[in-house]
């Protein structure tokens, strides 16, 4: 089970930090990604970490502008995001998966468990 947390309002130009906490097992050996979807659009692909190589993936829209990274812990991935824009406003969902081939990091439908999102958003 993954839990998505630390959304919430936030004004353009400024910071959010979204977490993503697995329960019953940790991320070692995982891809783990961030998906947002907004109102009226299809899911789409944010960020990903690939745990053991600790191999990271933007989507070009965040690039420059949002980090992921292991938590303190085995268990936890966090999502930094700054400089924050309106069109940044969705639902952001974590995902994992354990067996994840490196072509499907930026696949939603090829992940197996899902958090149930965060609601994010910007004022501008």
């Known amino acids: 089970q993954l839990q998505a947390s630390g959304g919430g309002l936030v004004q353009a130009g400024g910071s959010l930090r979204l977490s993503c906490a697995a329960s019953g097992r940790t991320f070692s050996g995982a891809t783990v990604g961030w998906f947002r979807q907004a109102p009226g659009k299809e899911r789409e692909f944010v960020a990903a970490l690939r745990w053991r190589a600790r191999n990271t993936y933007y989507a070009d829209f965040v690039k420059g502008r949002a980090t992921i990274s292991r938590g303190s812990s085995e268990n936890t991935v966090l999502l930094q995001m700054n400089s924050v824009k309106p069109d940044d406003t969705a639902v952001y969902y974590c995902?994992?998966?354990?067996?994840?081939?490196?072509?499907?990091?930026?696949?939603?439908?090829?992940?197996?468990?899902w958090g149930q999102g965060t609601q994010v958003t910007v004022s501008s």
């Open positions: 995902a994992a998966d354990w067996s994840l081939i490196l072509s499907s990091t930026w696949s939603a439908p090829d992940y197996d468990y």
